[in-house]
């Protein structure tokens, strides 16, 4: 049985490529048919903004790499709610569909789950 | 703290490291690799990744009052014969290259070399698989 990963992704898309880098690593173990979980916390929330212009500060759109997730077999996907209530933002109209909300409690116990956790 | 990782049976790390060399939590990386040597424990692979991958550029020149993080690496990795892994497209991105692909990418500057290798995410992926720990250093 293979070690489960958990990645939690904490920067915001256009703060340097940290969040690309970080959805890389998730990408790949998927890649691997790793078990891969990926939540979002902190400015890492940002990411999941619908209609974002990654053109007009020069940039490559991530969201393409994040709809390619569930294609890659990553279905683990979660948002902490904290982190998206302190940034106004609504998890109701995220870029994501397949994504579960969690409190912080909730969070707790997923970290808890998981073999690994990397936090980038 | 390799008297601490004494206790217990021998474990097997995997050490990621994704900070610059004059991060802090970059020399804490080595120090702790260096305890868990000594205390017996095995280092399945260092993995370097994100700007991480500085830690292996022999590029990087320190005042020689300093502490030299990129050279105390390589000693480490040379003589205790380990498995140093930086991520080959993190590396491409910072300008930290290797000989062939320097040449593949029509570049003058070379910064990367044994011991170190330049290869993919999925060295990493395997590491974390074989080791009992995954730990890791200078995360966001």
Redesign the interface.
């Known amino acids: 049985m293979?070690?489960s990963?958990l990645l939690i992704s904490?920067?915001a898309p256009w703060s340097g490529?940290?969040a690309r880098?970080a959805l890389?690593?998730v990408l790949?173990?998927g890649a691997?048919d790793?078990p891969i979980g990926l939540l979002f916390l902190d400015d890492g929330v940002f990411q999941l903004l619908a209609g974002q212009n990654a053109k007009a500060v020069q940039q490559k759109d991530l969201s393409a790499n994040l709809h390619a997730l569930p294609m890659f077999g990553v279905e683990a996907l979660f948002v902490c709610a904290d982190s998206a209530a302190q940034r106004g933002v609504d998890t109701e109209v995220l870029a994501l569909d397949e994504l579960k909300v969690l409190s912080a409690q909730d969070i707790t116990a997923l970290i808890d789950r998981y073999d690994?956790?990397?936090?980038? | 703290m390799a008297a601490v990782l004494l206790i217990g049976s021998v474990m097997k790390f995997a050490i990621a490291l994704f900070s610059a060399a004059h991060a802090p939590s970059s020399r804490r990386a080595l120090l702790f690799a260096q305890a868990a040597l000594a205390g017996g424990h095995e280092i399945v692979r260092l993995f370097f990744y994100q700007d991480g991958v500085h830690n292996a550029d022999s590029g990087v020149v320190i005042p020689q009052d300093e502490a030299d993080l990129p050279r105390q690496w390589r000693a480490f990795v040379s003589d205790n014969r380990l498995d140093g892994v930086v991520c080959i497209a993190a590396a491409l991105r910072r300008g930290v290259l290797n000989e062939e692909e320097a040449q593949r990418y029509q570049r003058s500057a070379i910064s990367v070399e044994a011991p170190w290798a330049l290869s993919g995410l999925g060295q990493l992926h395997d590491a974390i698989q074989d080791a009992d720990r995954l730990i890791c250093f200078g995360g966001a």
Do not use: M, N, S, W
């Open positions: 293979p070690k990963l904490r920067q490529p940290g880098e890389d690593i790949a173990g691997f790793l690994q956790v990397i936090t980038l």
